[in-house]
């Protein structure tokens, strides 16, 4: 199993604290039946700051420590990048870790409770350099949750997504949980991924979560996600499915 979004590089954002938390966190997922790991330390989004040339070198530090401890799981570089003005500058200036360090597919994250006015035009910028974008964790992101046409509209037009393997189980809540069935449902989403910061309140879920996905939607759904993360790192197109509106429902006031 591979996950693509994890906050395992110790002492760089919310995530682990240490490489003895990272060591800790890595042999849960290596319980969990997780062999690779991309490490996606937060960038630009308010905190934290993780350019490229530090992440490759956390990586490789941790990738060492693992061995020495003869824990079975490779970590890869990567990164969750707050959506910004000068996304673009900043990875051609070698700052932006694309996923795995060799895939066009490039994580960014939306604040919390709005989807920002330029979104659009930067996932096209970002699609003329030759990458696609994946938006993280859209299932938690307050105006997509009201006006799923905003998401439906970025995914028509290349736009790729992650949903959380906690937000599917339940873990924030049903609302969150209701529409990361409809993304699903909707072919709104294409990776399933833990975005793990520890191993205690904000654990991997990956087992739990793959175990629901394919008694709820079966086996070819399950593959499907499994299926789309390998590619990324075999360097190939990502599978997708016809994406779909989802219709909110209208109640109209009497006055």
């Not at 890595?26 to 062999?35: C, S």
């Not at 910028?125 to 509209?153: C, F, M, S, W």
């Not at 975005?195 to 739990?208: G, I, L, V």
């Not at 996600?225 to 075999?234: H, S, V």
């Amino acid at each position: 199993m591979i996950d693509i979004h994890c906050h395992i590089l110790p002492d760089v954002d919310d995530g682990s604290s240490s490489f003895t938390e990272s060591l800790q966190m890595a042999r849960l997922a290596e319980k969990e039946g997780i062999r690779t790991i991309i490490a996606t330390p937060h960038h630009q989004n308010g905190r934290y700051t993780n350019k490229k040339d530090v992440i490759l070198q956390k990586t490789a530090e941790l990738n060492d420590f693992l061995q020495s401890e003869n824990v079975q799981v490779e970590i890869l570089p990567g990164q969750e990048t707050r959506i910004y003005g000068e996304f673009i500058e900043d990875y051609e200036a070698g700052e932006i870790v694309t996923l795995g360090n060799q895939s066009t597919y490039i994580f960014i994250e939306l604040p919390s409770n709005h989807v920002p006015r330029y979104t659009d035009q930067l996932c096209y910028d970002i699609q003329v350099q030759g990458l696609t974008p994946v938006i993280v964790h859209p299932e938690r992101n307050a105006e997509l949750i009201e006006q799923p046409h905003k998401l439906y509209k970025l995914v028509k037009n290349g736009v790729a997504t992650q949903i959380t393997a906690a937000s599917f189980t339940g873990y924030f809540g049903k609302k969150i949980q209701k529409f990361a069935f409809d993304l699903i449902e909707a072919n709104l989403t294409h990776f399933m991924a833990s975005d793990a910061h520890n191993t205690t309140k904000r654990s991997f879920k990956m087992e739990e979560a793959f175990d629901l996905l394919e008694k709820k939607y079966g086996t070819d759904t399950l593959y499907y996600f499994m299926d789309n993360a390998e590619l990324i790192l075999e360097g190939k197109d990502i599978d997708r499915d016809v994406p779909r509106e989802i219709k909110r429902k209208k109640f109209l006031g009497i006055f």
